[in-house]
């Protein structure tokens, strides 16, 4: 069976970085995405005494650069099996009267809307060959909404009815997709929603042992490598100190 091949959107970081050096570990062949050229070319440095890596650098929000740089991927790298739309953030915590529009445009473009255009770019290989698996990273902001999470929360509702709207329209193409919700991970996730407030990000996580981005690596792996016959549909995964959105066991 020749390695598999997959793109993993927001690679430089958190979730997508530990998922790409646990598949590396595993031998998948790595097709890393991300805005930042210097961390994804260190990345994919680090990974190529592992595996075969192939770098893309372009912002998901961006259609024509998506579409640009995948059709760019060279013959060989052209059969993605497995596209784990990772790409993701959230931008403040502010009341929806009091809610920054840009913030706004920034959760949709890239949540919703950046998503959509790499899976758009993606499929038609997977349509064509009746096979592929999808990955999307969702949270638990998808499942329940909570007080000043307004847009975030709606933008990863959009992403829980994405999933579901994926999996019945490509069904017929024997393609799997799998939702993964986490609840809290501790990444760079809350600098950027508190713009750079790196000691206001540590207060999520104060009192309480939170996920982190191995353990999302973990059931990634997990999914994307059960038998042809199983797909793992929807996985929602918290701390055990965390039971909702909103109830957390802090010492």
Known sequence: MSQQIVLITG????????????LASYNFKLILCGRRKNRLQKLADELSATTQVHTLSFDVRNRSEVETQIA??????????????N????????????GNVEDWDAMIDINVKGL???????????????????????????KEVY???????????????ITK?????LNAH?????????????TEFSIVRFKGDAERAKTVYKGLQPLHGK???????FAITRPAHVMVADMVVLPTAQASATVVKRL
């Open 11 to 22: 690679a430089t970081s958190g979730i997508g970085e530990a998922t790409a050096r646990l």
């Open 72 to 85: 760019s991927l060279p013959e060989a790298w052209r059969i993605i099996d497995v596209l784990i739309n």
């Open 87 to 98: 790409a993701g953030n959230a931008h403040g915590l502010d009341s929806i009267q009091n």
């Open 116 to 142: 959509l255009y790499v899976t758009k770019a993606v499929l038609p290989v997977m349509v064509q060959r009746n096979k592929g698996h999808i990955v999307n990273i969702g949270s638990i902001a998808g």
């Open 147 to 161: 007080a000043n999470g307004n847009v975030y929360c709606a933008s990863k509702f959009a992403v829980d009815a």
């Open 165 to 169: 709207g994926m999996r019945l329209d």
């Open 174 to 186: 024997g393609i799997k997709v799998t939702g993964i919700h986490p609840g809290m991970v501790e």
């Open 215 to 221: 353990d999302i690596a973990d059931l990634i792996l």
